[in-house]
């Protein structure tokens, strides 16, 4: 009776299987979209598992060390990149003369207002820049510095430079106004900078003091 129902159906039980095969074909086609549903969980977890395997590479390679500020190895000291931005260097001339000539334009961009300027005239006697004007005062308050390099990209005379340093840790928050002498170059040797520790080379001995801003 079933066998001759399925292979001859009647004209009562063909509604019947018709609606069973539209029912197993559409779980057929649902089942085709939960895979395509799933399809972004497979990619996601193949993802982290490629990314944990970098991790246990990783976790398999020699330990490299940096021995700062002492210790052994060829990593011993501080290493930086080329572009790296520490604390700020007022620049000199190839004449010892100061470049920064009190425009106030690194003041004007910093977006911390940590720029502090006083300007002065240079007088016949008394030439500190090569313009008019020069820096009187010229203080950057560390606490406030985030080392953004706006006000390098401002100076119109490449005044103010990026150095490498980076030890500026204090218990003091006052320490971290640095004020111009702090931060000016060295003069050029051709200006005296070196002319006692010459002088020492000549009388065998240390120099008594250091000359200021060399
Ligand atoms: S580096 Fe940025 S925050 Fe620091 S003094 Fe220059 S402009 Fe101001
Ligand atoms: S450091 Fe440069 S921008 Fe700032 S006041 Fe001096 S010359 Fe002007």
């Known amino acids: 009776?079933?066998?001759?129902?399925?292979?001859?159906?009647?004209?009562?039980?063909?509604p019947l299987l018709i609606a069973i095969w539209r029912l197993s074909s559409r779980r057929i086609r649902t089942s085709f979209g939960i895979l395509n549903?799933?399809?972004?969980?497979?990619?996601?977890?193949a993802a982290i598992a490629k990314g944990m395997?970098?991790?246990?590479?990783?976790?398999?390679?020699?330990t490299t060390v940096e021995n700062y500020p002492d210790g052994k190895g060829p990593l011993k000291g501080a290493r930086f990149e080329a572009r790296f931005r520490g604390a700020h260097v007022l620049q000199r001339d190839e004449n010892g003369l100061e470049k920064c000539v009190a425009c106030?334009?690194?003041?004007?961009?910093?977006p911390s207002n940590c720029i502090y300027i006083e300007a002065a005239e240079n007088t016949t006697e008394n030439r500190v820049s090569g313009a008019e004007r020069?820096?009187?005062?010229?203080?950057?308050?560390?606490n406030r510095c985030i080392f953004c390099g706006y006000c390098v990209e401002a100076c119109p005379t490449d005044a103010i430079t990026h150095?490498?340093?980076?030890?500026?840790?204090?218990?003091?928050?006052?320490?971290?106004?640095?004020?111009?002498?702090?931060m000016?170059?060295?003069?050029?040797?051709?200006?005296?900078?070196?002319?006692?520790?010459?002088?020492?080379?000549?009388?065998?001995?240390?120099p008594a003091q250091m000359v200021p801003g060399s």
């Open 37 to 45: 549903i799933d399809m972004p969980v497979l990619k996601n977890i």
């Open 163 to 182: 150095g490498h340093g980076f030890e500026l840790a204090t218990f003091n928050a006052s320490n971290l106004v640095y004020r111009k002498e702090q």
């Open 1 to 14: 009776m079933g066998t001759a129902a399925i292979g001859c159906p009647s004209s009562a039980a063909r």
């Open 134 to 142: 020069y820096a009187k005062v010229y203080n950057i308050d560390y």
């Open 104 to 110: 106030f334009l690194c003041a004007a961009a910093c």
């Open 184 to 206: 000016l170059a060295p003069r050029p040797a051709h200006m005296g900078a070196n002319v006692i520790f010459n002088q020492a080379d000549v009388d065998g001995g240390a």
């Open 53 to 62: 395997s970098i991790t246990f590479m990783e976790m398999f390679q020699p």
